[in-house]
């Protein structure tokens, strides 16, 4: 993190785990925990939590978003949710082109690209995957990947909207398997993000742009990976889901 430049943001992602009355209990155990954050705390939760979430967090420092959003306003896409679905109930964030997304559901590049304009267009903040298969690290093309994802994704997006992007970089073999990227690892290709980003727009939208680690993010490895200057915050998924472990990972961007 460089606190000069960038607030960090820490953002748990849910996936497809707890219900409502689970959600409002792990709520209530979370929000003492952070209360005192110094950095954005996010829960991006699963569409039927999303109510008991935003009523919840109401008047704390916790924002809530959803964890994917179509690209139409609306139409024949049974079992899709627009980003102004989201809007009108008071989302403001949302994941998209998780890596789960791609890989199990059909997410390409370009659905990619079509569902950040809409969430951008209805006013929402995007959460935006990105990230390499174990196969294609190996095989040296990590940033040809990742470059290509940002870049495709960003496309259209104008400098202004720019400020309403966070970018997680989660490395596709690190996520869910305990094999956590290591502190280098992860550092090197969130500058290369931000490189990225500097190339599109300009140092100063670069400087500003958050950038956070994704994939077996935990109470115990937070501390060393967001010590690094481009890592700016976490997506995380199963630490999020235990109050103790995630107030832990928030308190370790706070400092
Ligand atoms: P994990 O998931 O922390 O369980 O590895 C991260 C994510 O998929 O966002």
Redesign the pocket.
Known sequence: MNKQLRKAVIAG?W?MNKTPAEAAALIDEMKPLVKDADCDVVICVPYVDLQTALEKTAGTNIKVGAENCHWAKSGAFTGEVSAEMLTSMGVNYVVIG???RRTYFGDTDQTVKDRVRAALDAGMTVILCVGEYEQQRLQGVTFEVVGSQTKIALGGVSKEELSRIII?Y?PVW????GLTATPEQANEVNSFIRKTIEDLYDKEAADAFVVQY????NAKNAEELLAKPDIDGG?????SLKAADFAQIVKAASK
Do not use: Q, R, V
């Open positions: 992602n996936k998780h890596s789960e997680a989660e690190a996520i869910g398997t994704g994939g077996s993010m997506l995380i998924g199963g630490a």
